[in-house]
């Protein structure tokens, strides 16, 4: 009982950072059946849309205190690390290294957001939307 009613604060609590949840995951995999089978064209400006995306969600995160995390601050400094070697010892394009850099500056910890976030009910609401 006490577990379901913790859950259920979560879902009061982080309500928005939900929907940011649903909404990425809807942009995944649009982006997807895009790039996959409809129109390749298209499928860049939904990536563009979803990695700005993953930028404000990981910007929430950290404000609402979601991503103290020992993994999150690990990628946060080797991609800093990657950056800067890529930068001095690389191909020295700016843009190439902000781009390989923002899985290690996002991804990690948006994959710790997520985690703190979505609750198990959202998960099998996920997993049904894929699998039917």
Known sequence: MLNSRIGY?????????????????????????????????????????KQLLSVYMVYVGYKKGLIKNIWATFSMVLGFISFVTTLLFGHHNIVIAIW????WWFGIPLCILISKVVTRSDLMKMLKYILF
């Open 9 to 49: 604060m979560s879902v009061l609590k982080y309500k928005h950072e939900r929907n940011l949840v649903l909404i990425f995951f809807f942009l995944l995999m649009l982006d997807g059946i895009f790039r996959k089978w409809l129109f390749p064209s298209v499928a860049t400006p939904i990536m563009i849309i």
């Open 100 to 103: 390989g850099c923002q899985n």
